[in-house]
């Protein structure tokens, strides 16, 4: 018997923005490392921070076994997104980072936002599919 598109199991499908939150937490802590310096170290601690949050945030989406309880944990990885995003904005702007390092930097934080949101749409479509089936009809958000 085939499997229906509904029943891939999600875990398969949704890791690559894992491994992309990882390589470009591993990249911007690098270039944090190389730029750090006493008077700019609470701007290289943020952009490791940030990064590091998005990568853990994923992480804690994909041990969520309900689906509701993933779609709340990639909203938190996603404004864990829009973060790093900002930072390194900050830290371009602030000519801590080179413009090409900036944009290495920039360009793997907007994939993995991409990514993310691109499975918490999934997610919701899974969840009002949900709720179509259980004779409920519900807007989700």
Sequence with gaps: MALGRREIPAMAAGMREFR????TAGEVVRAARKASRGETRPLTDLLVQCSAELAL???RAHSKSELVA???????????????ETSIAIARHAD?????????????AATTSRLVAGYLLYLERQISAEFVEAGESRTVS
């Design 20 to 23: 992309e939150a990882v390589a």
């Design 57 to 59: 945030a994923i992480a």
């Design 70 to 84: 993933q779609r709340d944990a990639f909203q938190s990885a996603r404004e864990a997104a829009a973060s790093l």
């Design 96 to 108: 801590l980072l080179s413009v090409a390092t900036c944009a290495d930097l920039s360009s793997r």
